[in-house]
C-alpha cells in the first residue's frame, strides 16, 4: 500500500503462474494489469491507465526469465486525493519489487502540476490539478533517471515539459530512497 498524500493505492500481485492458452506467449510472461477505482466499475480512464502501468511494467519486468505463464497486478484505489496515476505506479514498482520478481530496474512514478504563472508543483492535490495549465505525470528509471513513460493532460511548452522533466527527476531520489527504507525495514525484522 502506498500513500502519498492522502492518496492510497493497494496493489496485489499473482504470478507468475501458469497462463491460460489464450493468453500465453511463448516467449516471455503475460502481463495483465488491472486499476479498480474506489467506488463502480472501471471505465474508459481506468483502462488506459491500466495500459501505461502495463507498458510501464514490462518495460523493466525480465519476463524472458518467465516465458508461458501470466503475471496478475491489481491495484485497488482506496482514496485519490490528486496524483493517482503516479500513485500506482509507485505502488506497481513496490509490489513487483516484493514479490521478488527479476527487473532490470525500480521505476518511480511523479506528478507535476505546471500552475497558470508558470510554477511548478510535485506531488499536486485534486484541487491544485483542477487550477493547473497542465498536468504531467512521468515513470522513471532508477539507473540512468531515463524516462519510461510520459503523459500530460493540457498544453505547456516544450522549455515547460522539460523543466517539469527535471524537477521529477530530481524528484525520484527521494522516492527511491523511500523504497530503499521500505524494504529495508521490511526485511531486517525477520
Not at 149 to 157: D, I
Not at 167 to 189: E, L, N, P, W
Amino acid at each position: 500500500s502506498v500513500c502519498p498524500g492522502d492518496t492510497s493505492v493497494l496493489a496485489g500481485l499473482y504470478g507468475p503462474a501458469e497462463a491460460k492458452i489464450s493468453k500465453e506467449l511463448p516467449d516471455r510472461a503475460a502481463l495483465e494489469v488491472l486499476l479498480r477505482p474506489k467506488v463502480g466499475l472501471p471505465g474508459v480512464l481506468e483502462r488506459s491507465r491500466e495500459q501505461l502501468l502495463r507498458q510501464t511494467c514490462e518495460a523493466v519486468l525480465l519476463g524472458v526469465l518467465h516465458p508461458r505463464t501470466a503475471i496478475s497486478l491489481v491495484l485497488q484505489v482506496l482514496s485519490d486525493a490528486g496524483s493517482l496515476l503516479s500513485c500506482c505506479l509507485n505502488a506497481a514498482c513496490m509490489a513487483l519489487l516484493d514479490a521478488g520478481l527479476p527487473l532490470a530496474a525500480l521505476f518511480c512514478g511523479v506528478t507535476c502540476a505546471l500552475q497558470p504563472d508558470g510554477t511548478i508543483l510535485l506531488d499536486p492535490t485534486a484541487r491544485q490539478e483542477q487550477e493547473a495549465r497542465a498536468i504531467l505525470t512521468f515513470a522513471i528509471a532508477s539507473g540512468d533517471r531515463k524516462v519510461l513513460m510520459a503523459t500530460t493532460k493540457g498544453s505547456c511548452s516544450v522549455e515547460e515539459m522539460q523543466q517539469c522533466l527535471a524537477a521529477a527527476q530530481r524528484a525520484a531520489s527521494t522516492i527511491f530512497q523511500f523504497y530503499r527504507d521500505s524494504v529495508r525495514r521490511r526485511y531486517s525484522k525477520s
